[in-house]
């Protein structure tokens, strides 16, 4: 099929882009990689009457490493965000969740702030956003907002921006130091949505104790689902209580059936894979902290 017809927008700064958003209102849609808008359009499952292309807007195309966070602007592509080495070196999540994203080709052009406005309840970054106490710069006529990823994401494709404001960037916080991270998830085919993903932090201290676990799960609820998981640590060393992580997970997650997977199974995903990634991040962690002693 091909996409209902539509005006075609190319603005040069950030202040034309927002004035036409604002102009335009609820008939444009920002067009960045347009690896979901588009095939959305060609379904005529979305026919904005306008499409705003951002590609030509100057300063949104910049990786930003700081000592406490990583800024991916607008226009980055999934591919430049998982090769680049200083985002990798600063926050190491990043990567291990965006090698799952769909294929190459795929995020050779999707962004990863398109991805996050697209707030699919499927999609890995969402979930990496709101491990890392994230948050995304939105940019309008009536001025600049950060809205923190715990109120960003508000429903299944629904995101709190506004029809007026363009996301200009997302930040990710660097987790404290003596933490490991790691992401898995599982898919039918390489590439598909996954039935269920998992992110997750542990953060220990000099005697390798947990001091916090954290986990992010995707397409088990409407959005990215954070489970903090630090009441299932045992009382020494790094171990997890099997049952009490179930307990947290089963108390947050709410799954639904599916031509994919059903809801049971969905639900037992997510205790594998927390526990393997719980057990990775620790791991990690571990090594980190030894990095740190030693240098």
């Known amino acids: 099929m091909k996409p209902s017809p539509f005006t075609y927008h190319r603005p040069g700064t950030i202040d034309e882009a927002v004035e036409m958003l604002g102009a335009l209102g609820a008939t444009g849609k920002v067009l960045a990689g347009g690896q979901s808008l588009v095939p959305l359009m060609s379904m005529r499952l979305a026919a904005p009457e306008h499409l705003v292309d951002i590609n030509h807007v100057a300063g949104l195309d910049r990786v930003e490493v700081e000592e406490r966070t990583v800024r991916v602007g607008a226009t980055v592509r999934h591919r430049d965000v998982e090769l680049h080495d200083g985002a990798h070196a600063a926050i190491p999540l990043i990567r291990q969740a965006l090698v799952h994203v769909a294929h190459p080709t795929i995020r050779n052009r999707g962004t990863t702030v398109g991805s996050l406005v697209h707030a699919d309840p499927a999609a890995e970054m969402p979930a990496v956003l709101v491990l890392l106490d994230g948050s995304v710069e939105l940019r309008s006529s009536r001025g600049t907002r950060s809205v923190p990823a715990a109120e960003f994401f508000v429903g299944p494709m629904e995101s709190s921006t506004t029809a007026d404001e363009l996301a200009v960037a997302a930040t990710f916080a660097r987790p404290p130091h003596g933490s490991g991270t790691a992401f898995h998830e599982l898919a ?9 993903g998992v992110g997750a932090v542990v953060t220990t201290d000099g005697d390798n104790a947990v001091t916090a676990a954290r986990a992010a799960l995707i397409s088990v609820g409407a959005g990215p689902v954070l489970v903090d998981l630090a009441g299932a640590v ?26 994919h997977a059903s809801a049971e199974y969905r639900r037992h995903l997510a205790h594998v894979l927390t526990a393997r990634v719980l057990d990775e991040a620790y791991a990690a962690a571990v090594v980190t902290r030894r990095g740190e002693e030693v240098a």
């Open 188 to 196: 039918r085919r390489h590439g598909d949505y996954a039935m269920c």
């Open 234 to 259: 045992t009382g020494s060393g790094g171990g997890f209580q099997e049952a009490a992580v179930r307990d947290l997970l089963d108390a947050q997650i709410d799954p639904e059936d599916d031509i």
